[in-house]
């Protein structure tokens, strides 16, 4: 009884450990995107419901080490565009104020989905 | 280490791997769309110009796109014409997303132009070009590289070796006040066509760019003439009473369509150029004018009052069936529909103010492109990316470029007389 209740204890220790990991890294998020959104210029053939996903790796000063695109929007224009927009953001500083453990697990490899929603049909 | 345990010890590495690791994706919706900037360093080897060097003429062929902000070579720290001499770092600071170098030699031909594109953010080259051409063929040599640059980076054919016709009206009476004037569409080269001293207006290119319909007043009341671009020659082809008016051409070159009230008031009617035999399209009482063809030649669209106030309404030429395309504003006008069918630009009034907007066909979503008053006659680039029209500058008629983007305006250079009704010709076949 007692060993069940432990480990019903270490459970939920555990769980809220991990919500408040999961809180710190949602915390920044907004600057990555804002950053990224600021530096991305996009190619005249570029409309709304093209998409392109970007794996990106990070160090613990915030600097993007790698860049490369895992799901291309079939228009290499509008990839290229994407790509250069990580490169110019180039390092986003506020990610050396994170958590290490954080970091390790939410911010070393990421993905970025550029979904425009402010270009012409 | 025995195999089993080194087994062990892996299965262990990736349950870590995949527990410490977990995957966030952060969406990114919007941007800031800015002219790209872009340094066409200054060719090595020889010099070649026709009033201004080959990088000169780039620079000023990607800034009228709208799409690109060329630096000054003033600017630029080094002028590299080989990879080995671009220091990356240096156009970081700079600012330049890309960077054009080369070198220009002289062969039998004349010039040979080698040219490299990189991408600075991403330190890789897209592509390295050779262009040839005579000496008398500088601009050329240059639109092509422009052709070239532009494409690779945006994915969208150029249209910088493209031409363009206009109507000067030099102001003073005589027999050359209207001339009809075919140039570079960066302005330059401009050669005069045919001159009269009545008024010339609605210059059409055929799309094989053999000949130029346009309505001329030579005979004293408006009629449409056909000009042979190859021989020179001029037919007339129409003469009816009242108005003769904005001739243009099927896709297939065959046909013309045109306005005509000789039968009472303004009509749309073909013409077979071979056969000469005139189709009418409309019948409506109310004034249907301004026809334009759809890619596929079986519409035509064109503005009618039929419905209270100036709209724009597509016709199928096989069926009659007429259907309304703008509703937006008490004023829609002179439509012309893009290459790809998708979309139309036309002139519309807002709030007492005439501009250039942009309409997409299918949803009815409409954008204005141009602010300044004025502005009248969109021609749309073949590459459906851009426009030109006609606007007032220091009181004088010039023309201007826009994306269809709405970004950056551009003023071509002024003439001397006032410049009007522009055509953009259709990409060299």
Same mark, same amino acid.
């Given at each position: 009884?007692?060993?069940?209740?432990?480990?019903?204890?270490?459970?939920?220790?555990?769980?809220?450990?991990?919500?408040?990991?999961?809180?710190?890294?949602?915390?920044?998020?907004?600057?990555?995107?804002?950053?990224?959104?600021?530096?991305?210029?996009?190619?005249?053939?570029?409309?709304?419901?093209?998409?392109?996903?970007?794996?990106?790796?990070?160090?613990?000063?915030?600097?993007?080490?790698?860049?490369?695109?895992?799901?291309?929007?079939?228009?290499?224009?509008?990839?290229?565009?994407?790509?250069?927009?990580?490169?110019?953001?180039?390092?986003?500083?506020?990610?050396?104020?994170?958590?290490?453990?954080?970091?390790?697990?939410?911010?070393?490899?990421?993905?970025?989905?550029?979904?425009?929603?402010?270009?012409?049909? | 280490?025995?195999?089993?345990?080194?087994?062990? #010890?892996?299965? %262990?590495?990736?349950?870590?791997?995949?527990?410490?690791?977990?995957?966030?994706?952060?969406?990114?919706?919007?941007?800031?769309?800015?002219?790209?900037?872009?340094?066409?360093?200054?060719?090595?080897?020889?010099?070649?110009?026709?009033?201004?060097?080959?990088?000169?003429?780039?620079?000023?062929?990607?800034?009228?796109?709208?799409?690109?902000?060329?630096?000054?070579?003033?600017?630029?720290?080094?002028?590299?014409?080989?990879?080995?001499?671009?220091?990356?770092? $240096?156009?970081?600071?700079?600012?330049?997303?890309?960077?054009?170098?080369?070198?220009?030699?002289?062969?039998?031909?004349?010039?040979? #132009?080698?040219?490299?594109?990189?991408? %600075?953010?991403?330190?890789?080259?897209?592509?390295?070009?050779?262009?040839?051409?005579?000496?008398?063929?500088?601009?050329?040599?240059?639109?092509?590289?422009?052709?070239?640059?532009?494409?690779?980076?945006?994915?969208?054919?150029?249209?910088?070796?493209?031409?363009?016709?206009?109507?000067?009206?030099?102001?003073?009476?005589?027999?050359?006040?209207?001339? #009809?004037?075919?140039? $570079?569409?960066?302005?330059?080269?401009?050669?005069?066509?045919?001159?009269?001293?009545?008024?010339?207006?609605?210059?059409?290119?055929?799309?094989?760019?053999?000949?130029?319909?346009?309505?001329?007043?030579?005979?004293?009341?408006?009629?449409?003439?056909?000009?042979?671009?190859?021989?020179?020659?001029?037919?007339?082809?129409?003469?009816?009473?009242?108005?003769?008016?904005?001739?243009?051409?099927?896709?297939?070159?065959?046909? *013309?369509?045109?306005?005509?009230?000789?039968?009472?008031?303004?009509?749309?009617?073909?013409?077979?150029?071979?056969?000469?035999?005139?189709?009418?399209?409309?019948?409506?009482?109310?004034?249907?004018?301004?026809?334009?063809?759809?890619?596929?030649?079986?519409?035509?669209?064109?503005?009618?009052?039929?419905?209270?106030?100036?709209?724009?309404?597509?016709?199928?030429?096989?069926?009659?069936?007429?259907?309304?395309?703008?509703?937006?504003?008490?004023?829609?006008?002179?439509?012309?529909?893009?290459? $790809?069918?998708?979309?139309?630009?036309?002139?519309?009034?807002?709030?007492?103010?005439?501009?250039?907007?942009?309409?997409?066909?299918?949803?009815?979503?409409?954008?204005?492109?141009?602010?300044?008053?004025?502005?009248?006659?969109?021609?749309?680039?073949?590459?459906?990316?851009? *426009?030109?029209?006609?606007?007032?500058?220091?009181?004088?008629?010039?023309?201007?470029?826009?994306?269809?983007?709405?970004?950056?305006?551009?003023?071509?250079?002024?003439?001397?007389?006032?410049?009007?009704?522009?055509?953009?010709?259709?990409?060299?076949?």
């Amino acid at each position: 009884m007692l060993e069940e209740l432990e480990k019903a204890l270490k459970e939920e220790e555990r769980a809220a450990a991990e919500a408040q990991m999961e809180e710190e890294a949602l915390s920044y998020m907004e600057l990555v995107q804002q950053k990224v959104q600021n530096n991305w210029n996009r190619p005249p053939s570029a409309r709304s419901g093209m998409q392109c996903e970007l794996l990106i790796q990070l160090v613990p000063t915030g600097r993007v080490v790698g860049v490369s695109v895992v799901k291309s929007s079939g228009n290499a224009a509008f990839d290229r565009s994407a790509e250069q927009a990580v490169r110019k953001a180039e390092v986003f500083p506020e990610l050396k104020e994170m958590s290490p453990d954080v970091f390790e697990k939410y911010y070393r490899q990421m993905k970025l989905l550029f979904n425009p929603q402010d270009m012409r049909q | 280490m025995t195999l089993l345990k080194k087994i062990g #010890l892996i299965v %262990v590495c990736v349950f870590f791997a995949s527990a410490a690791q977990a995957q966030i994706t952060i969406e990114i919706t919007q941007g800031v769309d800015e002219p790209t900037p872009i340094a066409v360093v200054p060719f090595g080897g020889v010099h070649a110009s026709d009033g201004a060097a080959i990088h000169e003429i780039m620079a000023n062929d990607l800034r009228m796109s709208g799409f690109f902000r060329p630096i000054a070579p003033a600017d630029m720290l080094s002028h590299p014409s080989r990879q080995e001499d671009i220091y990356y770092r $240096d156009w970081r600071l700079l600012g330049a997303t890309y960077i054009v170098i080369g070198n220009i030699s002289r062969d039998e031909q004349g010039f040979a #132009l080698e040219y490299e594109l990189y991408d %600075v953010v991403s330190q890789q080259r897209l592509f390295r070009k050779i262009t040839r051409g005579g000496t008398q063929a500088v601009r050329d040599i240059a639109h092509a590289a422009s052709d070239q640059v532009y494409e690779a980076i945006t994915n969208i054919r150029g249209i910088f070796s493209t031409k363009m016709l206009y109507v000067e009206d030099m102001g003073v009476d005589g027999p050359s006040r209207y001339r #009809l004037v075919k140039a $570079d569409i960066d302005g330059a080269r401009d050669q005069v066509l045919f001159s009269s001293s009545q008024p010339l207006l609605s210059p059409a290119w055929s799309s094989d760019m053999r000949q130029v319909a346009y309505v001329s007043f030579e005979t004293s009341r408006p009629a449409i003439f056909r000009h042979d671009l190859v021989t020179g020659t001029r037919e007339q082809l129409t003469n009816f009473r009242g108005l003769n008016g904005a001739p243009a051409w099927s896709p297939d070159d065959r046909k *013309l369509a045109f306005v005509l009230s000789k039968d009472g008031n303004p009509e749309l009617y073909t013409l077979d150029i071979a056969t000469k035999k005139l189709t009418r399209v409309t019948n409506h009482f109310a004034i249907d004018t301004e026809p334009n063809w759809t890619p596929d030649g079986k519409s035509l669209i064109f503005t009618s009052n039929r419905g209270g106030s100036p709209q724009i309404y597509q016709i199928g030429l096989a069926s009659g069936r007429v259907e309304r395309l703008t509703f937006d504003g008490d004023y829609n006008a002179r439509g012309r529909v893009s290459p $790809d069918g998708k979309s139309i630009v036309m002139v519309h009034r807002e709030n007492g103010v005439f501009h250039i907007a942009w309409q997409d066909i299918a949803s009815g979503d409409m954008r204005i492109l141009t602010e300044t008053w004025l502005d009248e006659s969109p021609t749309i680039a073949p590459n459906g990316a851009m *426009l030109l029209y006609a606007t007032q500058y220091n009181n004088q008629g010039v023309l201007a470029a826009v994306s269809m983007d709405a970004g950056l305006k551009f003023r071509l250079p002024s003439k001397l007389g006032d410049v009007r009704e522009p055509a953009w010709s259709p990409f060299p076949k």
